[in-house]
Nanobody, 115 residues
Framework: QVQLVESGGGWVQAGGSLRLSCAAS????????MGWYRQAPGKQRELVAH???????TYADSVKGRFTISRDNAKNTLYLQMTSLKPEDAGVYYC?????????WGQGTQVTVSS
């Protein structure tokens, strides 16, 4: 069974930076699309960034120019570099893996941004 484990969340002041990591338990990681989602209290989970197996990336309009999604296939790890953080970026961040027609989710990591 594939597992994803996120890390790197925490508290940061507005304007600060954080880097999230997501370690996958599968070596087929490099061929699969992955994403970062976030969910704020009382809101639906939303896509923040997505990366294909080939490295193509897409971003939510709200994070373009501030967040960067990347992957290290040798380490089976997905990253999300977040800069110029805003209070509205706060929430639980989840990584996802497109796995043979289904989606595997991590347990989430909390990001808190104070103004």
């Amino acid at each position: 069974q594939v597992q994803l484990v996120e890390s790197g969340g925490g508290w940061v002041q507005a304007g600060g930076s954080l880097r999230l990591s997501c370690a996958a338990s599968t070596k087929i990681f490099s061929f699969k699309s992955m994403g970062w989602y976030r969910q704020a209290p009382g809101k639906q989970r939303e896509l923040v960034a997505h990366i294909t197996g080939g490295g193509g990336t897409t971003y939510a309009d709200s994070v373009k120019g501030r967040f960067t999604i990347s992957r290290d296939n040798a380490k089976n790890t997905l990253y999300l570099q977040m800069t110029s953080l805003k209070p509205e970026d706060a929430g639980v961040y989840y990584c996802s893996l497109d796995w043979f027609g289904s989606t595997v989710w991590g347990q989430g990591t909390q990001v808190t941004v104070s103004s």
